[in-house]
């Protein structure tokens, strides 16, 4: 298993975010869901990370939004198959370990209430749910939670 820095615009990384787009779209209406595309992936100041079995076949992937005042979990997803084997937990410690080195001091999320696996994931990891920010707005779908970074 590897999970490392990678460019989302892979075949196999691009098939792994669609398969999310559907999850999603399957659990709220498209406009509760704020997903990122590929190219919007692809800037500068997002990280992006991807979980890997020893085949080299993705798992899982997550992103970083970087931003002068926080760091925005965006993109987190693993695959059924790899589920069960701390995926998330070792997404996240890259993704806010390396905001942390380029001095992110807080760290922010939007996710749903739909989802319970994910916001449990979230609060084991210290995330505290908040009301919206940036362009966010209050939404009945959406969860926003937020930690200070270590």
Do not use: W
Not at 138 to 146: K, Q, T
Request: proline share 7%; charged share 25%; net charge negative.
């Amino acid at each position: 298993m590897t999970i490392s820095f990678e460019t989302p615009n892979q075949p196999d990384v691009v098939s792994l975010i669609a398969e999310l787009d559907d999850y999603l779209y399957a659990l709220y209406p498209a406009d509760s869901v704020y997903a990122l595309d590929i190219a919007t992936l692809d800037q500068p100041n997002i990280l992006f990370a991807v979980a890997r079995d020893s085949a080299g076949a993705a798992l899982g992937c997550g992103a970083m939004v970087l931003t002068p005042e926080y760091g925005e979990v965006k993109r987190m997803y693993v695959r059924p198959a790899g589920r069960g084997q701390g995926l998330s937990h070792k997404l996240l410690d890259l993704l806010e370990g390396e905001a942390v080195k380029r001095g992110c001091t807080r760290f922010m999320l939007e996710s749903g209430p739909d989802q319970p696996e994910a916001l449990a994931l979230y609060a084991k990891r210290g995330y505290a749910v908040r009301g919206p920010y940036g362009d966010y707005r209050d939404d009945p779908l959406s969860v926003f939670m937020e930690k200070a970074a270590p």
